[in-house]
């Protein structure tokens, strides 16, 4: 397999940008005082689809992106609210089916009933096409009732590494999505 330099550059700047995210979040999220350890979970679910922008030949072309179902447990150590380690998985459901992991870190705000994120993912689809990216996410939890919130998020990936992407090329999609949160 040829990887040309172009490819491992823009490979290089993605796990770079991941890389001094993670560290970002690890740094913020390091407190002073020891004490015993305590665990929330949070499952999300949801659906989402939107715009896909890549090459074509010597095209780009524009079109809608295949449905994905989301799933994504989140993580809150010591009551530290605004930080979420996230354990997520999508399942492509229109086209070709497909699955994938998508591990994340979110910050998170609360403005009284209300929450908001920012979060970063590492995509990677295992089966039975094989993609490689970087996702950047925006979202809110609008409370229902308890323990239930509605979730909207929007999300930009980068698709650069995969079986079914073109020879040095970038597959991007721009989705949005709608789904329930459940707090434990």
């Not at 979970?41 to 896909?52: E, P």
């Not at 095209?59 to 809608?64: A, K, L, P, Q, Y």
């Amino acid at each position: 397999m040829r990887v040309s330099s172009s490819l491992i550059e823009r490979l290089q700047r993605s796990l770079t940008l991941a890389s001094l995210a993670m560290s970002l979040v690890v740094a913020f999220g390091v407190t002073q005082s020891a004490s015993a350890q305590s665990l929330d979970i949070k499952l999300d679910s949801a659906v989402s689809s939107g715009i896909l922008l890549g090459p074509s030949g010597g095209d780009v072309i524009i079109g809608r992106s295949p449905m994905l179902l989301d799933f994504d447990a989140a993580f809150i150590f010591d009551n530290d609210e605004s930080v979420e380690w996230v354990l997520g998985s999508m399942m492509q459901i229109e086209n070709r089916p497909a699955l994938a992991v998508n591990p994340q870190v979110r910050l998170r705000r609360t403005k009284g009933p209300f929450e908001s994120f920012v979060g970063v993912g590492i995509p990677w689809y295992v089966a039975p096409l094989t993609r490689f990216g970087t996702e950047l996410s925006f979202g809110v939890a609008l409370p229902l009732t308890s323990p239930l919130a509605l979730v909207l998020n929007a999300n930009v990936s980068a698709f650069f590494l995969g079986s079914d992407l073109p020879d040095d090329s970038t597959v991007f999609f721009f989705n949005g999505a709608a789904g329930i949160r459940m707090r434990f």
